[in-house]
Each structure stands twice: as structure tokens, then as C-alpha cells.
């Protein structure tokens, strides 16, 4: 069976591409040399509409698929694997903030490129007897420059806002599993933390927060493979 990319798919892939050999290849050693992915790239994303290909139309986004962002982050992933990174992720995180509170005004941020995003990657938190969240997460995603976090509380799917940038938040560390330069994986330790409930994640959300985060990844590996050859 033949598979045939639409003429959108296309479009978006073409209109990445030239991004990528334009404004992000020729930049990416620096990244790697600084080890920080700066804001500049992740805006331009934002601004072309790239961010949110995957986000449902209600919630601001394209409403598109998996196709169109396996597309996006092979092309960002021959060019820098960081960049790729952010996009695969951001995009699982973008997801499961939609799918409960899809006219956040953070959620918009994150999908334009001006705030950044982090989400857990370890067992859910718990809440405190005085509604405060304590706790060490690790690794986080982007969590050294994270303005915002997502996190499932303990007893349920539900899902808090945190200010990464409030007193009784530490960042500690870096690195993490994959091992890229400038992809800020390190840990955030919370100390009686305020975080907004956003609710409950609809049956789902989860898995397919879960699904676009793999598929990107997957197709940032391709991309860096490609690169290689």
C-alpha cells in the first residue's frame, strides 16, 4: 500500500525545511557550544504556526495530526537535535494542558513560542495538608529555563499548573537520559509550592500526550540520522 503525503503535509514540511537550513542549521554548533537553546528559534516556531500544528482547533492550533509532526521534527532534528527535542516534547505537553484547560492563556504562550514549558517525568505529586505541592521531580524537560510546569497529582488524574520561577521552586542540576547539549534536562525540587488545578485529564489524554511525544522523537532520530549520511 502506498502512502502519499497531502498537499499540506507537503507544505508544511517544504516551509520547515527552508526554516531549518535558514535559521537554525548555521546556529545549532553555537547551541551545542553554549548549551542553551535560546528563545529566538523557538519563537520563529511559534510565529510560523509550528508549535501548535498538533493542538486542536478549539484550542488555538491546526488541529492536524501525528503525520504533520513526525514531518516538523525530522526536518528540525537534521538540523538540531535540541531544537527537535523541544518540539517533540512541547507537544505531548501541549496536548494534555489542552485537552483540560484549553483557553488557558499559558497554553496559548507555550504554542506561540513565548513561555516555556515543562512537564513531569516521574510518578505523580502529592499535595500537602495545606493544598501545597513538595517534592523533587527528575528528570524534567527544559526545566533549568521552564517558566511553567505540568504535573498529575497522586490520587487521581488531575492536572496543576505550577510557576516554575516561584520561591520554594530549585533547579538542580543538568543533563539527563538523552544526553544533548542545551536540552536543559535536569530537576525541579518543590517546598511548599502554590499550584493553579486545572482538573481532571479526560480518559485518553494521556495516551496521547504520550503518542505525539514518541512520535516526534522517533522522528527527530530519523532526522539526525538523515543528517549523518
Known amino acids: 500500500m502506498a502512502l502519499a503525503l497531502t498537499e499540506d503535509a507537503v507544505a508544511i514540511r517544504d516551509l520547515v525545511r527552508d526554516f531549518a ?16 537553546l535560546p528563545d ?37 532534528g537534521a538540523a538540531s537535535a535540541v531544537l527537535g527535542h523541544y518540539v517533540a516534547t512541547l507537544a505531548g505537553r501541549l496536548a494534555v ?7 488557558h492563556p499559558d497554553l496559548a504562550a507555550a504554542a506561540g513560542g ?17 493544598g501545597r505541592l513538595a517534592g523533587r521531580v527528575d528528570p524534567m524537560r527544559l526545566a533549568t529555563t521552564a517558566e511553567r510546569a ?3 497529582l497522586s490520587g487521581g488524574e488531575r492536572l496543576v499548573l505550577v510557576d516554575a520561577t516561584a520561591p520554594g521552586v530549585t533547579r538542580e542540576g543538568r543533563g539527563g537520559p538523552l544526553g544533548l547539549r542545551g536540552a536543559d534536562l535536569g530537576a525541579l525540587r518543590l517546598a511548599g509550592v502554590a499550584a493553579e ?16 511525544t514518541r512520535i516526534g522523537l522517533a522522528a527527530v532520530a530519523v532526522g539526525i540520522g538523515r543528517a549523518a549520511v
Open 21 to 36: 537550513k535558514r535559521e537554525v542549521a548555521p546556529a545549532a554548533a553555537g547551541w551545542d557550544a553554549a548549551d542553551a
Open 40 to 76: 529566538a528559534p523557538v519563537r520563529a516556531l511559534g510565529d510560523l504556526g509550528v508549535l501548535s500544528l498538533a493542538l486542536a482547533e478549539d484550542a488555538g492550533g491546526a488541529g492536524l495530526g501525528p503525520m504533520e509532526l513526525a514531518l516538523v521534527c525530522e526536518e528540525l
Open 97 to 103: 494542558f489542552a485537552a483540560v484547560a484549553p483557553v
Open 114 to 130: 513565548t513561555l516555556r514549558l515543562a512537564a513531569e517525568a516521574a510518578p505523580p505529586l502529592a499535595r500537602g495538608t495545606d
Open 150 to 152: 505540568l504535573f498529575t
Open 197 to 212: 488545578e486545572l482538573g481532571a485529564l479526560p480518559a485518553g489524554a494521556g495516551v496521547r500526550a504520550v503518542a505525539l
